[in-house]
Nanobody, 121 residues
Framework: VQLVESGGGLVQPGGSLRLSCGAS????????MGWYRQAPGKERELVAG???????MYADSMKGRSTISRDNVKNTVYLQMNSLKPEDTAVYYC????????????????WGQGTQVTVSS
Protein backbone atom coordinates (compact mmCIF):
# COMPACT_ATOMS: atom_id res chain seq x y z
CA VAL A 1 0.00 0.00 0.00
CA GLN A 2 1.25 3.47 -0.89
CA LEU A 3 0.00 6.93 -0.05
CA VAL A 4 1.19 9.70 -2.36
CA GLU A 5 0.59 13.37 -1.57
CA SER A 6 0.62 16.27 -3.99
CA GLY A 7 -0.34 19.92 -4.08
CA GLY A 8 2.17 21.49 -1.72
CA GLY A 9 4.24 24.51 -2.59
CA LEU A 10 4.98 28.15 -1.87
CA VAL A 11 2.03 30.47 -1.31
CA GLN A 12 1.70 34.02 -0.04
CA PRO A 13 -0.06 34.77 3.25
CA GLY A 14 -3.81 34.79 2.68
CA GLY A 15 -3.52 32.38 -0.21
CA SER A 16 -4.96 28.91 -0.72
CA LEU A 17 -3.69 25.43 -1.46
CA ARG A 18 -5.38 22.12 -2.12
CA LEU A 19 -3.53 19.01 -1.04
CA SER A 20 -4.38 15.59 -2.45
CA CYS A 21 -3.41 12.12 -1.26
CA GLY A 22 -4.14 8.96 -3.19
CA ALA A 23 -3.91 5.45 -1.76
CA SER A 24 -2.96 2.57 -4.02
CA UNK A 25 -2.04 -1.07 -3.76
CA UNK A 26 -3.82 -4.16 -2.54
CA UNK A 27 -6.49 -2.30 -0.58
CA UNK A 28 -9.49 -4.06 0.91
CA UNK A 29 -10.99 -1.14 2.81
CA UNK A 30 -10.08 2.32 4.11
CA UNK A 31 -11.37 3.59 7.41
CA UNK A 32 -10.25 7.00 8.67
CA MET A 33 -8.10 9.32 6.58
CA GLY A 34 -6.38 12.43 7.75
CA TRP A 35 -3.78 15.12 7.38
CA TYR A 36 -0.99 15.89 9.83
CA ARG A 37 1.75 18.46 9.73
CA GLN A 38 5.16 18.91 11.25
CA ALA A 39 6.95 22.22 11.43
CA PRO A 40 10.72 22.44 12.07
CA GLY A 41 11.49 21.77 15.70
CA LYS A 42 7.90 20.81 16.51
CA GLU A 43 6.02 17.58 16.96
CA ARG A 44 3.73 16.21 14.29
CA GLU A 45 0.15 17.37 14.86
CA LEU A 46 -3.23 16.42 13.48
CA VAL A 47 -4.70 18.99 11.11
CA ALA A 48 -7.94 17.33 10.02
CA GLY A 49 -9.54 13.91 9.79
CA UNK A 50 -12.45 12.22 8.07
CA UNK A 51 -13.92 8.80 8.72
CA UNK A 52 -15.53 6.38 6.29
CA UNK A 53 -18.96 7.91 6.93
CA UNK A 54 -17.69 11.36 6.00
CA UNK A 55 -17.65 12.78 9.51
CA UNK A 56 -14.92 15.36 9.83
CA MET A 57 -12.88 16.95 12.57
CA TYR A 58 -10.37 19.80 12.58
CA ALA A 59 -7.63 21.12 14.77
CA ASP A 60 -8.62 24.42 16.36
CA SER A 61 -5.89 26.18 14.39
CA MET A 62 -7.48 25.13 11.08
CA LYS A 63 -11.20 25.42 11.86
CA GLY A 64 -12.95 27.74 9.46
CA ARG A 65 -9.91 27.86 7.15
CA SER A 66 -9.77 24.31 5.86
CA THR A 67 -12.01 21.59 4.47
CA ILE A 68 -11.18 17.90 4.35
CA SER A 69 -12.99 15.63 1.93
CA ARG A 70 -12.56 12.18 0.40
CA ASP A 71 -13.43 10.30 -2.75
CA ASN A 72 -14.01 6.68 -1.80
CA VAL A 73 -14.00 5.53 -5.42
CA LYS A 74 -10.58 7.05 -6.04
CA ASN A 75 -9.26 6.23 -2.54
CA THR A 76 -8.22 9.86 -2.27
CA VAL A 77 -8.40 12.44 0.50
CA TYR A 78 -8.16 16.19 -0.04
CA LEU A 79 -7.37 19.17 2.15
CA GLN A 80 -8.45 22.59 0.96
CA MET A 81 -6.65 25.28 2.96
CA ASN A 82 -7.58 28.95 2.75
CA SER A 83 -6.36 32.14 4.40
CA LEU A 84 -2.98 30.56 4.93
CA LYS A 85 -0.63 32.05 7.50
CA PRO A 86 3.16 31.82 7.87
CA GLU A 87 2.63 29.59 10.91
CA ASP A 88 0.97 27.03 8.63
CA THR A 89 4.38 26.37 7.10
CA ALA A 90 5.20 22.70 7.60
CA VAL A 91 5.54 19.34 5.94
CA TYR A 92 2.04 17.95 5.53
CA TYR A 93 1.55 14.20 5.79
CA CYS A 94 -1.39 12.10 4.73
CA UNK A 95 -2.42 9.12 6.83
CA UNK A 96 -5.01 6.41 6.34
CA UNK A 97 -6.14 3.35 8.28
CA UNK A 98 -6.27 0.56 5.74
CA UNK A 99 -6.85 -3.16 5.55
CA UNK A 100 -5.32 -5.09 2.69
CA UNK A 101 -6.66 -7.89 0.53
CA UNK A 102 -4.12 -10.17 2.16
CA UNK A 103 -5.39 -9.38 5.66
CA UNK A 104 -8.89 -7.91 5.35
CA UNK A 105 -9.57 -8.05 9.07
CA UNK A 106 -6.46 -6.11 10.09
CA UNK A 107 -6.57 -2.31 10.01
CA UNK A 108 -3.20 -0.55 10.00
CA UNK A 109 -2.11 3.07 9.66
CA UNK A 110 -0.15 4.05 6.57
CA TRP A 111 1.68 7.32 5.92
CA GLY A 112 2.63 9.29 2.87
CA GLN A 113 6.07 10.78 2.32
CA GLY A 114 4.96 14.33 3.03
CA THR A 115 4.58 17.47 0.97
CA GLN A 116 6.10 20.84 1.88
CA VAL A 117 3.81 23.82 2.37
CA THR A 118 5.55 27.17 2.74
CA VAL A 119 3.58 30.34 3.44
CA SER A 120 5.73 33.37 2.87
CA SER A 121 5.74 36.69 1.08
Amino acid sequence: VQLVESGGGLVQPGGSLRLSCGASGSIFSINAMGWYRQAPGKERELVAGINSAGITMYADSMKGRSTISRDNVKNTVYLQMNSLKPEDTAVYYCSAVISTAQAPGVMKPYWGQGTQVTVSS
